[in-house]
């Protein structure tokens, strides 16, 4: 389906349709320090115009809830956190259960990989509660303190029985229960009987998204791409854009559109 007919169609069906995108590279510039992201300038007034219209908008992030609800607050989203372990809804943090039970094995893997790291230099351990995030966008060269510390946080994973998913300068140690970005949209699909949505992503963990639109009537996939966003995420988008900017504009459009239909 060409892409201004797909936006078009969802428009249309915005009441049975649902947005589903990332925070980081999509909502908000990537930057060295995920501390300081926040979404571009007219992300949030967007967000609310396109949560009064669509069945569900929802931010679906590897960031935890808690984290992602100190960054933005439009109203009416829904806040899906550790790629889909966590859920915000109604003010309360909804824990996929099979993820919570491997709570203690993040934190044993976080202790260990912590004195390993601080010989990786540039290396940024974030925990976050049922996950842990080691980035390397702060080293002097990524690449290089990526190949040092690749094999320890691997093999500190598998001491524990955790996954270990690479993402744009970081890998991500997860439980291999609770799902993926994938599983999260799919159950959200399931719950309003959706027949129409939108996904956007800007790494790999978002492909898992783009699958779970596959069955839908209308589906649309964005690619939000820079030099580091893998290329199978660009071949298998509808639309690809160059910037969280960019994004911005094909969601005031959809707005727009909708706010006509």
Do not use: Y
């Not at 049975?16 to 300081?36: H, M, N, Q, Y």
């Not at 992030?61 to 109604?90: P, Y």
């Not at 690809?240 to 994004?247: I, L, M, T």
Request: with cysteine; aromatic share 2%; glycine share 10%.
């Amino acid at each position: 389906m060409a892409i201004d007919p797909a936006l078009s169609a969802l428009a249309r069906a915005a009441g049975e349709s649902g947005i589903f995108c990332d925070f980081d590279g999509c909502l908000a510039p990537i930057v060295s320090d995920p501390d300081d992201a926040r979404p571009v300038d007219g992300a949030e007034a967007v967000l609310d115009q396109l949560a009064s219209r669509f069945r569900i908008v929802a931010i679906v992030s590897g960031r935890s809830v808690a984290d992602l609800a100190g960054r933005i607050s439009a109203r009416g989203v829904r806040l899906v956190g550790l790629h889909g372990m966590e859920q915000l809804r109604d003010g309360e943090v909804h824990v996929h259960a099979k993820a919570e039970a491997a709570r203690a094995a993040i934190e044993r893997a976080g202790a260990s990989m912590e004195p390993i790291l601080r010989d990786v230099p540039g290396a940024q351990l974030e925990r976050k509660g049922l996950a842990l995030a080691v980035h390397f966008r702060r080293a002097a060269d990524p690449d290089a303190a990526e190949a040092i510390a690749g094999p320890l946080v691997r093999d500190a994973a598998a001491a524990e029985g955790l996954d270990v998913v690479p993402g744009r300068r970081i890998l991500e140690v997860r439980p291999k229960a609770g799902g993926d970005k994938g599983d999260a949209v799919l159950r959200m699909i399931e719950e309003e009987s959706l027949r129409g949505a939108l996904v956007a992503g800007d790494d790999v963990g978002d492909l898992p998204a783009f699958d779970a639109i596959a069955g839908l009537e209308i589906a649309v996939r964005v690619a939000v791409s820079s030099p580091e966003s893998p290329e199978e995420l660009s071949t298998r988008a509808d639309v690809v854009v160059g910037s969280p900017e960019a994004f911005l504009t094909l969601l005031e459009r959809l707005a727009r559109d909708a706010a006509t239909a």
